[in-house]
């Protein structure tokens, strides 16, 4: 069994069916979800329900055991493209292309980063969890840039601990609606999942703690009002950045899921990108420094800039 699920129904799925409101929050199809009820692993309130139709209430809490897949080991698919920033024989950093999902989900069971990497990387696929494996930290679709894989067992476990530790060094490049008021500041908000949309995360009191620095690099005022913004996380919660600058006011230019997609400039995407990655080697101990330039279509929207 994968992690299981352990949520309270938020406002926006109040008198939602109980098959699709798991299939939502522990990400499943919904013909999954509806195994995991016929057997008996979900419950509301503690008690077990089997009927998926049942209706549920804001508040209740739903947990439920999310089942493996038939066979959870990726297969290797050679047809997946991205690039390599830094390789040896413990780690690979990766730059991935805005688009690629890193690892196998609901909706995205092949065509993805970790398909692409044990095709090259055959080891991979004995490391960490079996559905992801070598994974130690994500990006979202739409962001592209430089995540770390682990490539054996000890360099994952070293990895993952500095990742729960919050060592890495990771920056990021937002172009973001309007003007920052200040050239520096610091973002610490906690977030946790939207109420009314499930699927998206919000700042909210009942959140997890987060995080963000950010800088101003550049501003721009034609066609639109913009800044170029560099972000450094001290957390790495789930569309952390994303979150933070819509609360601050000035969403990621293309990020539609945060009130990001506004006439005027359109790159086709969230402009976010994860342009430097440091961290201790999980070996050696040596500083791993890697920097990624900004992918060609958002330089583009740049060049647009004035």
């Known amino acids: 069994m994968t992690a299981p699920l352990d949520e309270e129904i938020p406002e926006a ?60 080991r990726p297969l290797p698919d050679a047809g997946v493209e991205f690039d390599v920033a830094y390789e040896d024989e413990h780690v690979v950093v990766v730059d991935k292309p805005a688009g690629l999902v890193v690892h ?69 490049l937002a172009l973001v609606w309007g003007q920052p008021g200040s050239d520096h500041g610091t973002i ?31 501003r721009f005022e034609d066609p639109r009002p913009v800044a170029l913004v560099r972000c450094r996380l001290d957390t790495g919660r789930t569309h952390q950045i994303r979150v933070h600058l819509r609360a601050i006011g000035h969403p990621v230019v293309g990020d539609r899921d945060y009130d990001g997609g506004r006439p005027g400039i359109d790159p086709g995407r969230p402009f976010l990108h994860a342009s430097e990655l440091r961290f201790a080697h999980p070996v050696t101990g040596e500083l791993v420094a890697v920097e990624s330039p900004l992918p060609v279509e958002l330089v583009r929207v740049l060049d647009r800039c004035r």
Request: glycine letters at 10%; hydrophobic letters at 40%.
């Open 188 to 218: 610490d908000a906690p977030i946790g999942r939207s109420t009314r949309h499930p699927t998206r995360m919000t700042v909210t009191e009942r959140g997890r703690s987060a995080v963000t620095h950010y800088t101003v690099e550049r």
């Open 104 to 172: 196998p989900g609901a909706g995205h069971a092949a065509g993805t980063l970790v398909h692409g990497l044990i095709h090259r990387y055959p080891e991979i696929a004995a490391v960490g969890e079996p559905h992801r494996p070598g994974v130690v930290h994500r990006l979202d679709r739409g962001t592209s840039g430089l995540l770390v894989v682990a490539r054996t067992a000890e360099a994952h476990a070293a990895l993952v601990e500095q990742m729960a530790a919050h060592e890495p060094e990771r920056v990021y």
């Open 13 to 72: 799925l109040a008198g939602e069916r109980l098959d699709r409101c798991v299939a939502l929050l522990a990400d499943v199809s919904r013909s999954v979800a509806a195994t995991m009820i016929d057997g008996g692993n979900v419950r509301v309130d503690g008690a077990v329900v089997t009927s998926g139709s049942s209706r549920l209430v804001a508040g209740q809490r739903l947990s439920a055991r999310r089942p493996e897949p038939v066979d959870p």
